[in-house]
């Protein structure tokens, strides 16, 4: 018990764990975003984990074919549009069953993303080394002790996901497009009577979520390791989809719920390679359940405590 008290000491007194957690938040809070955005406006899209995929690989193969690792990062928005816009057709238009039409969605994430490895890379499994996204050092705020190692030197995407969150508040609850988004999730028939087109309003959720989960998914490649590794994203779609209800459908909400599960990843990490408790090699795996037991703990201690938009999931039906 007392080294497990001075591992975890050590650990929080560690610098490079709050950069690693901030590091660990990031995937997890372009596809939480994500989420907000299109259940916000009524449409559930559990494909997250497989937009993220999409993105992770079309990222790296961009930039493989470019050697331009920000021509990789912003090409994947338009990619998860693209994929997304699927999803959307068939959730809108067609009024089908949302989780069926996002479960296919990730599958056919999986089975492409598998097919593609050895025509375009030569080889199964792990894609070559393509480059990461350079870490870039926030002048004044590097040299602040303890501070400035935790998060004054960091990748820009860092601070782009958490300049989102702002831009998401501001956006649904200070705009006005951002009330139509609510009044479609909340009551569309009522929204619709007033002049709302609720199908386009739908619509921008749902592209709006594909393209932010893609960039969480391109970060996880070229933005933290520099390749693709086959099924990389492990569960940070689904892990998204729980920060984003923690949250309560809401941006801020999301970024903190985001942040206590990058925290739990971080602590994994931490511990399982701390000297202090010298894990044996073959119980090392056993640390990456920590943030799925975090999200079960934490997701069923939630049931009934949080409400999601009274109009989430349900198709709507134009009255002629």
Not at 165 to 182: E, H, N, Q, S
Not at 261 to 277: D, H, R, V
């Amino acid at each position: 018990m007392m080294r497990v008290l001075l591992a975890l000491w050590d650990t929080f007194t560690n610098p490079l764990f709050y950069k690693l957690t901030l590091t660990a938040t990031t995937p997890l809070l372009f596809a939480a975003l994500g989420g907000v955005f299109s259940e916000i406006t009524g449409v559930v899209n559990i494909a997250l984990e497989g937009i993220m995929l999409l993105g992770a690989f079309f990222s790296v193969v961009v930039t493989y074919y470019t050697g331009n690792v920000w021509l990789g990062f912003l090409s994947v928005i338009p990619i998860g549009v693209g994929f997304v816009w699927f999803h959307a057709w068939a959730s809108i238009k067609w009024r089908g069953n949302q989780v069926v039409s996002g479960s296919a969605l990730i599958l056919i994430a999986q089975g492409l993303t598998g097919f593609l490895m050895e025509p375009i890379f030569g080889q199964p499994g792990q894609t070559p080394y393509v480059g990461r996204i350079p870490e870039v050092t926030v002048p004044g705020l590097s040299k602040i002790p303890f501070l400035g190692e935790a998060i004054g030197t960091q990748s820009p995407i860092v601070y782009l996901a958490f300049a989102l969150v702002l831009f998401a508040w501001v956006l649904i609850y200070k705009t006005p497009l951002g009330l139509r988004m609510r009044a479609v999730g909340e009551n569309p028939e009522a929204a619709d009577t007033l002049g709302v087109n609720v199908f386009a309003i739908r619509y921008f959720g749902v592209l709006m979520s594909g393209a932010l989960a893609a960039m969480g998914g391109a970060f996880l490649s070229i933005g933290e390791v520099g390749n693709f590794r086959e099924l990389m994203t492990g569960g940070r779609g689904f892990i998204a989809l729980a920060a984003m209800i923690l949250g309560n459908w809401n941006p801020i909400g999301a970024l903190l719920a985001c942040l206590l599960f990058g925290m739990s990843e971080a602590l994994a990490n931490q511990l399982q390679s701390s000297p202090l408790l010298h894990v044996p090699a073959t119980a090392k795996p056993l640390f990456n359940l920590f943030p799925f037991i975090v999200t079960l703990v934490v997701v069923a201690g939630l049931v009934g405590k949080t409400r999601p938009p009274a109009a989430d999931g349900i198709p709507y039906e134009k009255e002629e």
